[in-house]
């Protein structure tokens, strides 16, 4: 399975995290997702599923001819699959021995449950002081909920981002992805990861990285908490609008089609007056407390000036004038667009199984060790072969043997 854009490699042929070992035995999405990070930037991830059905992302989605979503052939990308049940004695067995010749473990189960498995931190510590475990769960390993069950949507819930999604007055919303807590949560975890791994290289011992889904959100939401502690602030549901700056919204062009405007500062209300042709705007509301003020005024009179005018009109307008101002896309326009085809923002790949398929592409952009695409999600068990006979000298019997105990 190869790329067909240009694979970039780092001038010393190694990629950035290459000797690094990852066990992924989570689940979903959420550490499942800071794995692939590390995975595309070069660590070898190892993705440890039930013998039975596997990770249950297989079937989240969009189902394809291969039996496997698209999510999971994008998400699971560049990772090693194989099987491994760790609720048989057998099956722990082999994890430790696995454990002692890497270096992460990544893990979302409820808290508690790797315990009574017998592979809990401390255990897992004792085969490998260097070992570092990223534990993410809906509420964290510690406090009243911690034994709750939780997926993304109840993050958006706990954290406070649903009770600012959606129209004023109106209920909440799904705040854009149902997944977001996860995604966000694997990328807070793989900084989590990548810090354990400096500290390591000082003290030589490893640690757990404690994660709850709705702190991964609740970090995100600006001055929510410092304006409520000190002035009882309880933000409300605001639409597009945004609580401190105006104009900062979605308004529709004459043409039909929505755009985004963001005027953060009193110097970029003073260009969009300029834009609009009418410079006295900035002088009657000069800073950003005056035009919040009179939010629905001003709203309306860059409502009205928008509706006049076609998409391209406002576009051209506004980049001319130095004011941000994009259209709201849906995919389609993401795939039509010329900065995503310039910055090779969608990955055109080949899968064996089911032919060419676009994903997105790793990011962020390095000058010296850039991400690499290997391959798509794997079917399961595809490696079980490899891995355990090149990491733990099972022989072609043993392994058999240990696929017909439903082991592996």
């Known amino acids: 399975m190869k790329s067909t854009t240009d694979s970039a ?156 999604a959606g129209e004023a007055g109106g209920p909440p919303v799904v705040p854009g992805s149902t997944s977001m807590a996860d995604y966000v949560s694997g990328m807070w975890g793989a900084i989590g990861v990548l810090t354990a791994l400096r500290a390591r290289e000082h003290s030589d011992r490893g640690q757990f990285i404690d994660l709850g889904l709705y702190e991964s959100v609740f970090r995100l939401l600006d001055e929510i908490a410092p304006a409520y502690a000190k002035y009882g602030t309880v933000r409300e549901r605001m639409g597009a609008d945004t609580i401190n700056v105006v104009p900062h919204s979605h308004y529709q062009t004459g043409s039909g089609e929505w755009v985004a405007l963001a005027c953060t500062s009193d110097k970029m209300f003073e260009r969009l007056a300029l834009v609009m042709e009418q410079p006295d705007l900035a002088a009657s509301y000069p800073t950003s407390a005056v035009r919040v003020a009179n939010r629905e005024l001003i709203n309306s009179i860059v409502a009205e000036w928008m509706v006049n005018r076609t998409l391209s009109e406002v576009v051209e307008a506004t980049t001319a004038g130095g004011v941000p101002c994009a259209e709201i896309y849906s995919i389609k326009e993401i795939f039509e667009d010329e900065q995503y085809r310039a910055r090779k923002n969608l990955l055109h790949v080949e899968d064996d199984r089911i032919g060419e398929l676009v994903v997105p592409a790793p990011i962020p952009r390095m000058s010296e060790t850039p991400p690499v695409f290997r391959h798509t999600g794997r079917a399961l068990g595809e490696d079980n072969d490899a891995v355990y006979s090149a990491l733990l000298a099972m022989s072609a019997e043993d392994i058999k043997a240990a696929k017909r105990a439903g082991v592996i």
């Open 9 to 164: 490699t780092s001038p010393n042929g190694r990629a950035a995290l290459e000797g690094l070992r990852v066990l992924d035995i989570a689940t979903f999405v959420a550490a499942p997702f800071c794995g692939t990070i590390l995975a595309d930037f070069g660590a070898e991830v190892i993705k440890i599923e039930q013998p039975d059905g596997g990770d249950a992302l297989r079937k989240f989605g969009t189902i394809t001819e291969c039996g496997d979503s698209l999510v999971w052939l994008s998400e699971a990308r560049n990772k090693k699959t194989i099987t491994l049940d760790l609720r048989k004695p057998q099956g722990v067995a082999l994890f430790k021995e696995l454990v002692a010749q890497s270096d992460v473990v990544l893990e979302n189960f409820r808290p508690g449950t790797l315990e009574k498995w017998g592979i809990g931190f401390d255990v897992l510590r004792e085969l490998n002081p260097r070992l570092i475990m990223l534990r993410i769960s809906a509420y964290g390993q510690t406090g009243p909920k911690r034994g709750e069950p939780g997926f993304a949507r109840i993050a958006h819930a706990f954290s406070g981002l649903s009770w600012l």
